[in-house]
């Protein structure tokens, strides 16, 4: 009979996502993540094998926790404007601030620091920003200012979005200031309401 596991393995992949959120894939050392999951060398190597294979199961972690999540609201037709949904989900990311949520993005912590020299990393990073993306396209295609537009505006208002969103999240983590943040969040919504589309054409 195999052994049980001497841990919970839910609870292992979220302390160590926090450890990697806190300090980037490259400079944390495998002392942080065994303080911070509460294992010992041998139970991580056991069951994640070395430190790199745990930071592709926290980055699948996070598209269940984060990604998904999102994208699922981009896509929920319960919510017949688009545009509502993404107003929706800027709205979150500021709500999170304003209850001591600094982190940021764990996709835009690896995008800005292994992704741009390890193919592997940033392989999954641009695969979740992929599904951000698709999330986006979605709510502007049922968007009542843009559902519309050419092909073309519609792409680049999806390009924008993202722009700000990744832009945003960096800001949290940097520890702008709120009124920053709102700010940014008011151009997003000058971007929904049709008055940034001119210069997309």
Not at 39 to 58: E, Q, T
Not at 110 to 131: C, M, N, W, Y
Request: net charge neutral; aromatic share 8%; proline share 2%.
């Amino acid at each position: 009979m195999a052994r049980p596991r001497e841990f919970e393995m839910d609870t292992a992949l979220a302390n160590a996502m926090d450890v990697f959120w806190t300090f980037g894939y490259e400079e944390t050392s495998l002392t942080q993540l065994l303080d911070g999951m509460s294992l010992s060398r041998g139970s991580l190597y056991k069951a994640f094998s070395d430190k790199r294979s745990l930071f592709f199961a926290v980055l699948n972690k996070y598209d269940e926790e984060a990604v998904s999540p999102a994208v699922k609201l981009l896509s929920d037709t319960k919510i017949s404007d688009g545009t509502k949904r993404i107003e929706i989900l800027f709205g979150r990311i500021l709500n999170g601030v304003k209850q001591g949520d600094r982190r940021g993005c764990l996709l835009c912590t690896a995008a800005a620091g292994s992704a741009p020299h390890d193919a592997e990393i940033a392989t999954q990073v641009h695969r979740l920003f992929d599904k951000m993306r698709y999330g986006f396209e979605t709510a502007i295609g049922q968007s009542i200012e843009f559902s519309n537009q050419p092909t073309k505006v519609k792409s680049n208002i999806v390009n924008l979005l993202m722009a700000q969103y990744v832009g945003l999240r960096v800001l949290v983590r940097s520890g702008a200031p709120i009124e920053t943040l709102e700010q940014v969040a008011t151009s997003i919504s000058h971007i929904l309401t049709g008055q940034l589309s001119s210069a997309s054409r």
